[in-house]
C-alpha cells in the first residue's frame, strides 16, 4: 500500500501541472483511491453480473440491489458512510429509466452502481478524457475503460462522451439527458477555469425539468474564494451564484454528506482528509477521526 499511496502522490502531481497550464482536467483527487489495491481488470474480473439475487422491479430496490453487488470491492462500501450513495441518489430523484451523465467518473465508484441501475431501462452516458493528449489523465482513462470491459454483463450499455477542456464541451445533443450528476468535480472545473462552461453545457443537454445533481466539498461561509482550487473547498452560495447564472433553478439542498467534524483548516486541504492522507504520518490520527470532507449535495432543475 505505500508504494501505490506514493504513485497516487506522484498522479496528483500530474493532474495538478496539468490543470495550471490547460491541458487535460484533473480527475477528482478522491476518485483515485476509490479502489483496491487491485488493478481494474482484476477488480471486476468476477463480477460478470451484480447478484446472483432477481434484480427488482422499482428504483429504489436497484439501488440497494446495486450497491450490495459483487461489482463493488470492500474499500469502495467503506466509503459509503461518507458518500451516502442511497440517499444521495434519492435525492436527486434518479429514476431506472432516465437517460443520466456522470461527469468525469473517476475509478467508477459511482459507475458501479449507477450502470447496474440503468442498464436496462434507461441509459447511462460518462464522460471522458482525451486519451490522445496523453499523460496521467489518459492513463487514468484507459483504467477506467479496462473497468468497464472486463464485466460486460454490467457496463456492457454505458455510453462514453468525450468531455476534454479546454477544447470539448459537448455533453451530447441538446435535450437529449433526464439527469446530469457530478461527484466532488467542481472545483477541479475552477481550477481549470472553465467551470462556466461545463455548467452551460450541463444546461444544454438537459431536458426542460431536468436535473443537474452537484456533490462537492464546501467551504466555510467567511472562507476566501480564491482559495478553491488550492483548498478543494467551494463556497456554497457563489457555486449555487454561478450555476443559476447559466439558467438552472435551485430547486432543493441537502445535509447528506455534511459533515460538521470537518473544519476545513487543513495543510494540503480536502486531500489531508481520508482516503488521500496527504501529509502521510503527520496528524494522520486526527484526520482518520475527521473523516471525509463536509460536503454539500445540491439538486438543480432545468426550467420548464
Known sequence: MPRMKARFLSSFAVFSALA???????????????????????????????????????????????????????ADRARDKYRHPLETLEFFGLKDDMTVIELWPGGGWYT??????????G???????????????AEREKQYEAMLSASPGIYDKVVKQELAPPDTFTLGPDNSADMVLTFR?????????????????????????????????????GDDKSKASDTG????????????????????????NANPKDDKNHPGGVWALPPVYRNGATDHAKYEAIGESDRMTLRFVKPK
Open 20 to 74: 495550471a497550464c490547460g491541458g487535460s482536467p484533473p480527475a477528482p483527487a478522491h476518485e483515485a483511491t476509490s479502489t483496491t489495491s487491485m488493478t481494474a481488470p482484476a477488480k471486476t474480473a468476477a463480477a460478470q453480473k451484480v447478484s446472483d439475487t432477481p434484480e427488482p422491479a422499482d428504483t429504489d430496490g436497484k439501488i440497494k440491489w446495486a450497491l450490495a453487488g459483487a461489482q463493488r470491492s470492500d
Open 233 to 256: 473547498y467551494v463556497k456554497e452560495d457563489l457555486l449555487v451564484e454561478a450555476v443559476q447564472m447559466a439558467g438552472f433553478r435551485l430547486d432543493a439542498k441537502s445535509e447528506i
Open 112 to 121: 458501479e452502481i449507477l450502470a447496474p441501475v440503468l442498464r436496462d431501462k
Open 123 to 137: 441509459k447511462l452516458v460518462v464522460t471522458t478524457f482525451d486519451v490522445a493528449k496523453g499523460g496521467d489523465a
Open 185 to 221: 468535480n467542481y472545483h477541479n472545473w475552477i481550477k481549470g477555469k472553465y467551470a462556466d462552461k461545463v455548467v452551460l453545457a450541463a444546461f444544454k443537454v438537459l431536458k426542460p425539468g431536468g436535473v443537474f445533481g452537484i456533490v462537492d466539498h464546501r467551504a466555510n461561509p
